[in-house]
């Protein structure tokens, strides 16, 4: 399975941006959002489940970003808005031949399959 994750850039405060993520290869259970900000962690951001579109997401993101799918192009998409400085990060699409229930989506070792990364900068 590829994952191809595109869509970074930079942007100001306040502005939006769209990552897509396509796998290739096999069709997927689950697709996951992470992003790793300088000298931290990676950390989850959003997921959601192909069959039924079940998400979850992080409480930072609440309310600002929202993900999506396509599955007839094996596509997720993660929308974000009201970006702030703190989004900065590179964000990395993940996979999983497994539809997790809710509880799991969140967790990096759900996903088998991971992207390349695309950078996102908030900046003004």
């Known amino acids: 399975v590829q994952l191809q994750a595109y869509g970074g850039g930079l942007v100001q405060p306040g502005a939006s941006l769209r990552l897509s993520c396509t796998a290739s290869?096999?069709?997927?259970?689950?697709c996951g959002w992470f992003r790793q900000a300088p000298g931290k962690e990676r950390e989850f951001v959003f997921a959601?489940?192909?069959?039924?579109?079940?998400?979850r997401y992080a409480d930072s993101v609440k309310g600002r970003f929202t993900i999506s799918r396509d599955n007839a192009k094996n596509t997720v998409y993660l929308q974000m808005n009201s970006l702030e400085p703190e989004d900065t990060a590179v964000y990395y699409c993940?996979?999983?031949?497994?539809?997790?229930?809710?509880?799991?989506?969140?967790?990096?070792?759900?996903?088998?399959?991971w992207g390349q990364g695309t950078q996102v900068t908030v900046s003004s």
């Open positions: 993940a996979a999983s031949s497994r539809t997790w229930n809710t509880g799991n989506l969140h967790r990096q070792n759900a996903y088998e399959f």
């Open positions: 290869g096999r069709t997927l259970g689950s």
């Open positions: 959601i489940r192909r069959s039924d579109g079940a998400t």
